[in-house]
Nanobody, 117 residues
């Protein structure tokens, strides 16, 4: 089992910044990819960014140039630095991990990010 605990959400004005953290624990040795997803009210959960164990990074087009995903392997922690936040970034942000074998997905409990003036 893998446990993921997010922190760092809250409220911010448009144009502001926020950093999310995701602490991983448990059987983390077979995790090959970690990332962030988000779900806005009335919408489906969508991909935001991920980073593989080999360091490959991918972003959704909507956040490219504004968000940065990173990880601290010593702390087993994943980060999402969010800059130039927009009201449309408002959502619950979920940490995600993929582990294999066997192929298994894990999710955190989510943290609310609200961008509003």
């Amino acid at each position: 089992q893998v446990q993921l605990v997010e922190s760092g959400g809250g409220s911010v004005q448009p144009g502001g910044s926020m950093r999310l953290s995701c602490a991983a624990s448990g059987n983390i040795f077979s995790i090959y990819r970690m990332g962030w997803y988000r779900q806005a009210p009335g919408k489906q959960r969508e991909f935001v960014a991920h980073i593989t164990s080999g360091g490959m990074i991918m972003y959704a087009d909507s956040v490219k140039g504004r968000f940065t995903i990173s990880r601290d392997n010593a702390k087993n922690t994943l980060y999402l630095q969010m800059n130039s936040l927009k009201p449309e970034d408002t959502a619950v942000y979920y940490c995600h991990a993929s582990r294999a074998p066997p192929a298994t997905d894990y999710w955190g409990q989510g943290t609310q990010v609200t961008v509003s003036s």
